[in-house]
T-cell receptor, first 114, second 115 residues
Framework: DAKTTQPNSMESNEEEPVHLPCNHS???????IHWYRQLPSQGPEYVIH???SNVNNRMASLAIAEDRKSSTLILHRATLRDAAVYYC???????????????FGIGTKLQVIP | EAGVAQSPRYKIIEKRQSVAFWCNPI?????LYWYQQILGQGPKLLIQ????????DSQLPKDRFSAERLKGVDSTLKIQPAKLEDSAVYLC?????????????FGQGTRLTVV
C-alpha cells in the first residue's frame, strides 16, 4: 500500500481555520485520498475524499496538489468538537485482485484551544 | 440510517481465556472489516470480507484469531486463547461496495482488556 506522512500533532485556536497536511509521494494514479477522524472513545468517522480535484462538503474541504503527491484537509472554523485524530488514507486497488483496503497510519492529533 | 452495531462495548478477561465480539453492519453493505487499535496507534486491519467471503486476512494471527461472516451479514471475531498483548479496541466497519471512492462506516468498538 502507498504510504502517507502526517505531522503527529497540531494546534489551532477555536474559530480559526485549520490546514492539516498529508504527503503521499508514492500515490498511484488510481488511488483515492480519504480523510477520516477519530474523536476520543469513538470509532473513526469519514470526513471527505477526492481523486484529483478539490472537494468541499459540509464538514471540510480537501485541497489536492496538482501532482497529487500531497493534500490538505481544511477545517474552515475549528470548534472544540473538532479536536480529534485525523487520518489521511490512500484507497487503491490491491495488486492481488481488485479489493480495496482502508489502511490507517498514526494520524495527526488536533488540539483546539478555546 | 442505523449505524454499525458492535457488542459488547467493554470486556475484561484473563489471559488464556476465550472471547468473542459481534458486529452487525449497515444493512446492504457488502464489505465488512475488522480492525485492532492498540492505544496510541492507528487502527490495523485484521480481516476484510466481501459478502461472506474473505478477501484479506494477511494480518490476522490465525493461530489464535478467527472470524466469520455468516450469510454475508453479521460477523463474529474470536480470540482463543487471549494474550496480554491482545488488549486493544476492536473496531468493525462496513462499506456499501468495494469502490475506491466509497466511505467506510465504523462502529464504536469493543474495548478488550486482558489481565
Amino acid at each position: 500500500d502507498a504510504k502517507t506522512t502526517q505531522p503527529n500533532s497540531m494546534e489551532s485556536n477555536e474559530e480559526e481555520p485549520v490546514h492539516l497536511p498529508c504527503n503521499h509521494s508514492t500515490i498511484s494514479g488510481t488511488d483515492y485520498i480519504h480523510w477520516y477522524r477519530q474523536l476520543p472513545s469513538q470509532g473513526p468517522e469519514y470526513v471527505i475524499h477526492g481523486l484529483t480535484s478539490n472537494v468541499n462538503n459540509r464538514m471540510a474541504s480537501l485541497a489536492i496538489a496538482e501532482d497529487r503527491k500531497s493534500s490538505t484537509l481544511i477545517l474552515h472554523r475549528a470548534t472544540l468538537r473538532d479536536a480529534a485524530v485525523y487520518y489521511c488514507i490512500l484507497r487503491g486497488v490491491s495488486g492481488s485482485g481488485g479489493y480495496q483496503k482502508v489502511t490507517f497510519g498514526i494520524g495527526t492529533k488536533l488540539q483546539v484551544i478555546p | 440510517e442505523a449505524g454499525v452495531a458492535q457488542s459488547p462495548r467493554y470486556k475484561i478477561i484473563e489471559k488464556r481465556q476465550s472471547v468473542a465480539f459481534w458486529c452487525n453492519p449497515i444493512s446492504g453493505h457488502a464489505t465488512l472489516y475488522w480492525y485492532q487499535q492498540i492505544l496510541g496507534q492507528g487502527p490495523k486491519l485484521l480481516i476484510q470480507f466481501q459478502n461472506n467471503g474473505v478477501v484479506d486476512d494477511s494480518q490476522l494471527p490465525k493461530d489464535r484469531f478467527s472470524a466469520e461472516r455468516l450469510k454475508g451479514v453479521d460477523s463474529t471475531l474470536k480470540i482463543q486463547p487471549a494474550k496480554l498483548e491482545d488488549s486493544a479496541v476492536y473496531l468493525c466497519a462496513s462499506s456499501l461496495v468495494q469502490g475506491r471512492g466509497t466511505e467506510a462506516f465504523f462502529g464504536q468498538g469493543t474495548r478488550l482488556t486482558v489481565v
